[in-house]
């Protein structure tokens, strides 16, 4: 079995926590996930903030196109 931590994804004005699998024993640095932008599922980074306590994530943006 992998071992996992407690990630915490900040989007500022909404918090979510996820179980994520440690990679050689160290917190994954990015994740992607799916989210839905104007009706339309696209890949979403996450980026781990190494100044935040804990495994704190923020949002990173998308790599298929600019959303902002």
């Known amino acids: ?16 926590t996820v179980e994520l699998e ?5 917190p994954q640095k ?3 996930r799916t989210a839905n932008v104007d009706g339309a ?3 979403e980074v996450w980026e781990l ?7 704190t994530y923020r949002r ?3 790599p298929e196109r600019d959303y902002s």
């Open 22 to 26: 440690l990679i050689a024993g160290e």
């Open 41 to 43: 599922e696209v890949d």
């Open 49 to 55: 903030d190494m100044d935040a306590p804990d495994y």
């Open 1 to 16: 079995m992998a071992d996992t931590y407690t990630a915490t994804l900040d989007a500022g004005d909404t918090q979510e």
């Open 30 to 32: 990015s994740i992607i």
């Open 60 to 62: 990173g943006g998308y």
